[in-house]
């Protein structure tokens, strides 16, 4: 079994920056792929960018420029930098991973709030 915890979420004001971190823990041989989703209220769950093993990066183009993914492969943790936050990227962030010979396992989620 997995687990999958997210922190660092929170309320900002416009143009600020916020740090996510998601920490897999339990039987892991390996992590494929680590990623942040997001929904906001009444909207459906996005991509918002993922990285591959190998540091392969892909963004949502909302958020390109402004987001930065990264990971410690050795601490199975990923980390979302995000700067000049905007009232759109409210939502609830999700972290996902892809687990070798396992399968995808999501964390309970964490919120953002962004005023104007």
């Known amino acids: 079994q997995v687990q999958v915890v997210e922190s660092g979420g929170g309320l900002v004001q416009a143009g600020g920056s916020l740090r996510l971190s998601c920490a897999a823990s339990?039987?892991?041989?390996?992590?494929?792929?680590m990623g942040w989703y997001r929904q906001a209220l009444g909207k459906q769950r996005e991509l918002v960018t993922t990285?591959?093993?190998?540091?392969?990066?892909n963004y949502a183009d909302s958020v390109k420029g402004r987001f930065t993914i990264s990971r410690d492969n050795a601490e199975n943790t990923v980390y979302l930098q995000m700067n000049s936050l905007e009232p759109e990227d409210t939502a609830v962030y999700y972290c996902?991973?892809?687990?070798?010979?396992?399968?995808?396992?999501w964390g309970q989620g964490t919120q953002v709030t962004v005023s104007s």
């Open positions: 996902n991973v892809v687990v070798t010979f396992s399968g995808s396992y």
């Open positions: 339990g039987t892991i041989f390996s992590i494929l792929t």
């Open positions: 990285i591959t093993h190998d540091g392969r990066t």
